[in-house]
């Protein structure tokens, strides 16, 4: 079968290669791909800005069939849906497992980062893993779980929206856009969603699609301005974080309104931040970190998705075989679109 393979460590190593179908081990599946998304880390990846252990097939946010079970799987059939949490590795015995975060356990090892992903025909994931795709649920919206599992985890579980809170997402990428869908389902008063200009042709269109009460391009408009106006001069109760520009990091902490929450979610690329500290210290915002999901989050997004009361369709802007990865990954880096979705062989044939 073919996959897209990181093959070592440097920047670009990224090719098409022919590799062997993986067998389960015991209490591991066998899962056919029918659809795997870019994620701004497989760029990075690319990019050797990413922890990652090569050679390696990339991608992550993937979902597909169950093709074959190892041994000792219980409680699941060949020919189920599937998508799968990316928490492989993790040891389930040290002090972040045993209370309650294996996501974060430092001997994760993700599928298309740390052990072999999903931009190919057939991967294997823990049984453990797993959660099964409601039958209402297309193979595309569900390849997008893992990063809306992550702002799940972000948004509603850490920094937990609340009926009537004004949010403000910075940043209308994927994680983004998902977000502020996930706010107007948390009852959100109103999301405001700020962008640069090159961000604004292409995707705070989505964004107002998406039902963003305001959108800010910030190198046009104020969006201090535009929070104020809307708090009566106080701030915003809740900033979302997703862009990890250093700029936008700072502005969080000037648009918070006293006692709010500053969530963040988005990754600088190891660039220093500088913050204004002070205004922190006297504002005294509560300023959480976000990463990675729990088992919770992805039940709850699928379950959204079934329920219909969440639709991914707008994030889905491209779609491409897997020849043409070059091509995808370019429109990912340009911001031209949001969610750019691949297709394996394998996805083709059924
Ligand atoms: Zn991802
Ligand atoms: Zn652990």
Redesign the pocket.
């Known amino acids: 079968m073919r996959a897209l393979v990181k093959y070592d460590r440097g920047p670009g190593l990224v090719e098409i290669r022919e590799v062997p179908r993986p067998q389960p081990p015991p209490g591991w599946v066998q899962i056919q791909v029918r659809a795997v998304a870019i994620c701004g880390s497989d760029i990075h990846i690319r990019d050797d800005a990413h922890p990652y252990w090569p050679p390696i097939t990339l991608g992550h946010e993937f979902s597909g069939v169950i093709s074959q079970l190892g041994e000792g799987v219980e409680g699941w059939e060949v020919g189920q849906r599937v998508v799968s949490e990316t928490r492989t590795g ?5 002090q ?3 209370t309650g975060w ?1 996501h974060v ?4 090892r993700p599928p298309g980062i740390g052990i072999n992903g999903a931009m190919t025909d057939y991967l294997v994931m823990p049984a453990r893993l797993l959660h099964r795709i409601p039958d209402n649920v297309s193979f595309d919206q569900a390849a997008l779980m893992e990063p809306t599992a992550c702002c799940i985890h972000g948004l509603l579980e850490r920094v937990s929206v609340q009926p009537g809170d004004l949010v403000v997402i910075q940043g209308p990428g994927p994680i983004g856009i998902i977000s502020l869908l996930l706010a107007r389902i948390a009852g959100a008063r109103a999301v405001i969603v700020s962008g640069t200009t090159r961000s604004a042709r292409h995707r705070l269109p989505v964004a107002v699609r998406c039902g963003a009460d305001v959108v800010v391009d910030v190198g046009k408009e104020s969006l201090e301005e535009a929070v104020m106006d809307l708090s009566d001069g106080n701030g915003a109760d809740v900033v979302f974080e997703t862009s990890g520009s250093p700029q936008a990091i700072a502005e969080a902490f000037r648009i918070v309104r006293r006692c709010g929450r500053i969530g963040a979610i988005g990754i600088s690329g190891g660039m220093e931040v500088p913050v204004p500290w002070d205004v922190g210290v006297f504002k005294a915002p509560v300023l959480t970190y976000c990463f990675s999901s729990t088992w919770s989050a992805w039940e709850h997004g699928l379950a959204l998705l079934a329920s219909g009361k969440l639709d991914l369709a707008p994030v889905i802007t491209h779609r491409f075989t897997l020849d043409q990865w070059e091509q995808a990954f370019e429109v990912m880096e340009n911001s031209e679109g949001l969610k750019v979705l691949i297709y394996p062989d394998i996805a083709l044939e059924n």
């Not at 356990?105 to 994760?108: I, L, T």
């Open positions: 993790s040891c389930g015995v040290c972040l497992c045993q294996p356990c430092p001997h994760k």
